[in-house]
Nanobody
Framework: QVQPVESGGGLVQAGGSLRLSCAPS????????VGWFRQPPGKEREFVAA????????LYADSVKGRFTISRDNAKNTVYLQMNSLEPEDPALYYC?????????????????WGQGTQVTVSS
């Protein structure tokens, strides 16, 4: 079993940047990769980005495309979400999750291990 643990959230001004990290507690992430989701206050959880490390592709939500980048440091077994040009619509509790499928997917039901989340706040 892999238990994702997120970190790196915080308060940033609009237009600023943050880098979120996701490291597994327990066994290492599989080659199925990792997905990032977020839940804004009072709203449903939504897909942000996902990547599969061996040919499974990378996906981004339209709302973050061109601003957010998902990457991985194999030596540290850590996945990152680099968030640039943060907007007032981006504040949320950000989660990483390990999928049960071998392709990048925006469908939360296809993820079976979830972290506790890290809070991102953007001030205008």
């Amino acid at each position: 079993q892999v238990q994702p643990v997120e970190s790196g959230g915080g308060l940033v001004q609009a237009g600023g940047s943050l880098r979120l990290s996701c490291a597994p507690s327990g066994r290492a992430f599989s080659t199925n990769g990792v997905g990032w989701f977020r839940q804004p206050p009072g709203k449903e959880r939504e897909f942000v980005a996902a990547s599969v490390w061996r040919g499974g592709g990378t996906l981004y939500a339209d709302s973050v495309k061109g601003r957010f980048t998902i990457s991985r440091d194999n030596a540290k077994n850590t996945v990152y979400l680099q968030m640039n040009s943060l907007e007032p619509e981006d504040p949320a509790l950000y989660y990483c999750a390990a999928p049960k499928v071998r392709y990048a997917t925006p469908t939360p039901q296809l993820y079976d291990y979830w972290g506790q989340g890290t809070q991102v706040t953007v001030s205008s």
